[in-house]
C-alpha cells in the first residue's frame, strides 16, 4: 500500500528539529503516512514550546488555517481549547484530543530503539560497569546538583556533562552516552523538576544502557517502570538514607544483580503511552480529517471511537 503524504507545518521547535524527524519519532505512522515539511501549504501544523527562552507555558498556537497540534516534552501543561489536539506527559487531561506520550517514548524511537527493546524478552545484555556512578547533565537543577554534591562527599561522582563537570566531556551523539553509561554501575538520572507524569529520556537510556538508574521526578513513575528495577528518592527518608544505601548496594554484587534481573516496565507490560497501535489511533483520525481539508469538528467523536475498540 502506497503512503499517504501529509504535509507539516512546524512552529516553535528547538533549534535542531526537522519536521522528517517525526517519521522516527512516531514509527507507527508509517503503515499508513509519510510526513514532508511544508510551512507554505501544510495539512497541519504541529507546534512546541521554544518560541522563547520560558519553557513553562504553552505558546499561541499558528495561524496556519490548519488544524494544529501541540507535541512537548516539556513539563508544561496543554491548554486543550486552543489547540486541536495535544501530546505531553500529563496523566490528568481526559480529552480525547489528548494523548500522554512522554518524550522517553518518541526520544528512544528517534534514536533506533524500540520501547519494546526494554521488555524482558527483547531486553539486551548486561554487564556490570568498572566505574561507580555517572552524573551527566547540561543544565543546573537544584535538586539533582544538590545530591550529587552529597554523594561527592563520600566517593567520586564522574560528571562529564556542563553541569558540576569534572572531566573531560564526551561527545555530542546519543551513541557517545550510552557508550559510555555502559561504563557505570549507576547513574543519577534525576529529572530537572518533579511533575506528576513527567519522565524523560534520563531513566530509560539507563536502563538500556545496563547502568542502575538512581531517580527522582515523576511521583508515578511506577506506573510505568517496575519501582524493582531502580533507586528512588521518593523511597527513601532523605539523600543521606539513599546514599548509605547506595554506597551498601556497591558493594555487594549479587545485590546490584537482583536489581538488574528485575523487569524494567510495570508488569513487565508495554505502558499504554508506548503502545503503537493506540498512538496510530490517535493520529490516524486528526491526520484523515486535516488531509480531507476541513478542521476536525468531529475529533472528539472520532478519537473516542478509535480509543475504545483498543483493548
Same mark, same amino acid.
Given at each position: 500500500?502506497?503512503?499517504?503524504?501529509?504535509?507539516?507545518?512546524?512552529?516553535?521547535?528547538?533549534?535542531?528539529? %526537522?519536521?522528517?524527524?517525526?517519521?522516527?519519532?512516531? !514509527?507507527?505512522?508509517?503503515r499508513k503516512y509519510r510526513?514532508?515539511?511544508?510551512?507554505?501549504?501544510?495539512?497541519?501544523? @504541529?507546534?512546541?514550546?521554544?518560541?522563547?527562552?520560558?519553557?513553562?507555558? $504553552?505558546?499561541?498556537? +499558528?495561524?496556519?488555517?490548519? +488544524? =494544529?497540534?501541540?507535541?512537548?516534552?516539556?513539563?508544561?501543561?496543554?491548554?486543550?481549547?486552543?489547540?486541536?489536539?495535544?501530546?505531553?506527559?500529563? &496523566?490528568?487531561?481526559?480529552?480525547?484530543?489528548? $494523548?500522554?506520550?512522554?518524550?522517553?517514548?518518541? &526520544?528512544?524511537?528517534?534514536?533506533?530503539?524500540?520501547?519494546?527493546?526494554?521488555?524482558?524478552?527483547?531486553?539486551?545484555?548486561?554487564? %556490570?560497569?568498572?566505574?561507580?556512578?555517572?552524573?551527566?547533565?547540561?543544565?543546573?537543577? %537544584?535538586?539533582?546538583? *544538590?545530591?550529587?554534591?552529597?554523594?561527592?562527599?563520600? =566517593?567520586?561522582?564522574? *560528571?562529564? /556533562?556542563?553541569?558540576?563537570?569534572?572531566?573531560?566531556?564526551? /561527545?555530542?551523539?546519543?551513541?557517545?552516552?550510552?557508550?559510555?553509561?555502559?561504563?557505570?554501575?549507576?547513574?543519577?538520572? @534525576?529529572?530537572? #523538576?518533579?511533575?506528576?507524569?513527567? =519522565? =524523560?529520556?534520563?531513566?530509560? #537510556?539507563? @536502563?538500556?544502557?545496563?547502568?542502575?538508574?538512581?531517580?527522582?521526578?515523576?511521583?508515578?513513575?511506577?506506573?510505568?517502570?517496575?519501582?524493582?528495577?531502580?533507586?528512588?528518592?521518593?523511597?527513601?527518608?532523605?539523600?543521606?538514607?539513599?546514599?548509605?544505601?547506595? $554506597?551498601?548496594?556497591?558493594?555487594?554484587?549479587?545485590?546490584?544483580?537482583?536489581? $538488574?534481573?528485575?523487569p524494567i516496565?510495570?508488569?513487565?507490560?508495554?505502558?499504554?503511552?508506548?503502545?503503537?497501535?493506540?498512538?496510530? *489511533?490517535?493520529? #490516524? !483520525?486528526?491526520?484523515?480529517?486535516?488531509?480531507?481539508?476541513?478542521?476536525?469538528?468531529?475529533?472528539?467523536?472520532?478519537?473516542?471511537?478509535?480509543?475504545?475498540?483498543?483493548?
Open positions: 500500500m502506497s503512503l499517504r503524504e501529509i504535509r507539516v507545518a512546524a512552529f516553535h521547535f528547538w533549534p535542531s528539529f %526537522r519536521v522528517e524527524e517525526l517519521n522516527a519519532r512516531f !514509527p507507527c505512522l508509517a510526513i514532508v515539511a511544508d510551512q507554505e501549504r501544510p495539512h497541519i501544523a @504541529f507546534f512546541s514550546a521554544f518560541k522563547d527562552r520560558h519553557l513553562n507555558l $504553552m505558546p499561541e498556537p +499558528p495561524s496556519a488555517g490548519v +488544524p =494544529t497540534l501541540f507535541l512537548t516534552g516539556e513539563s508544561i501543561t496543554p491548554d486543550m481549547r486552543r489547540c486541536d489536539a495535544a501530546i505531553s506527559f500529563r &496523566r490528568d487531561i481526559e480529552s480525547p484530543r489528548h $494523548m500522554r506520550i512522554p518524550n522517553w517514548v518518541h &526520544r528512544l524511537n528517534f534514536i533506533g530503539i524500540s520501547p519494546r527493546a526494554l521488555l524482558s524478552a527483547h531486553r539486551p545484555s548486561v554487564n %556490570r560497569g568498572e566505574r561507580f556512578c555517572l552524573f551527566l547533565h547540561s543544565h543546573p537543577a %537544584r535538586v539533582r546538583d *544538590a545530591f550529587c554534591r552529597r554523594l561527592s562527599e563520600r =566517593t567520586l561522582v564522574d *560528571a562529564p /556533562g556542563r553541569a558540576l563537570n569534572n572531566m573531560p566531556r564526551i /561527545g555530542h551523539s546519543i551513541a557517545d552516552k550510552l557508550a559510555l553509561q555502559k561504563q557505570y554501575r549507576f547513574t543519577i538520572a @534525576f529529572e530537572n #523538576e518533579s511533575s506528576p507524569g513527567y =519522565t =524523560t529520556e534520563k531513566i530509560v #537510556e539507563s @536502563f538500556y544502557a545496563g547502568s542502575l538508574p538512581i531517580y527522582w521526578g515523576d511521583p508515578f513513575v511506577d506506573l510505568d517502570f517496575n519501582r524493582d528495577a531502580f533507586l528512588n528518592l521518593a523511597d527513601f527518608p532523605s539523600q543521606d538514607a539513599l546514599i548509605e544505601n547506595l $554506597m551498601v548496594l556497591d558493594g555487594d554484587e549479587r545485590a546490584w544483580w537482583h536489581y $538488574m534481573r528485575q516496565y510495570a508488569g513487565d507490560r508495554l505502558p499504554d503511552c508506548a503502545d503503537d497501535d493506540r498512538i496510530f *489511533a490517535f493520529f #490516524e !483520525p486528526l491526520f484523515d480529517s486535516a488531509l480531507g481539508g476541513r478542521r476536525p469538528s468531529n475529533l472528539i467523536r472520532l478519537l473516542s471511537r478509535k480509543l475504545q475498540r483498543l483493548p
